[in-house]
């Protein structure tokens, strides 16, 4: 199975808005269908560029960029990393393209 990351923003704004808190709930979410993070891990990362819609959630490789991030998304979110549910297009959109762009391009490099 293809493993899977999603990267929860830790950077400055986002931090003060909660994202700590988003990405242990989160997490917890997740560990009640992949305790072991088999088939995706969970992890901070230390800013996405898109402070102005913090909190900033991502997963790759399915591209995916949620903004606006409250702990009354995680369930939908966490069902659609699951494979219970749609991506959450709601928080899709909202940071700038080439923000995403060079997210996508950062995690896509071997190195």
């Not at 990405?23 to 088939?39: A, C, H, S, V």
Request: aromatic share 10%; proline share 7%.
């Amino acid at each position: 199975m293809t493993n899977r990351l999603c990267y929860v923003c830790e950077g400055g704004d986002c931090t003060e808005k909660g994202s700590g808190e988003i990405f242990e709930r989160l997490r917890e979410l997740i560990r009640r269908f992949d305790p072991q993070e088999q088939r995706i891990k969970i992890r901070r990362y230390p800013c996405f560029g898109a402070c102005e819609v913090g909190i900033n959630v991502t997963l790759f490789p399915d591209k995916i960029f949620y903004s606006t991030v409250t702990e009354a998304d995680l369930p939908e979110i966490a069902a659609h990393i699951e494979g219970k549910g749609p991506p959450v297009q709601r928080l899709c959109g909202k940071a700038q393209p080439d923000v995403e762009q060079i997210i996508w391009d950062m995690l896509d490099s071997p190195y």
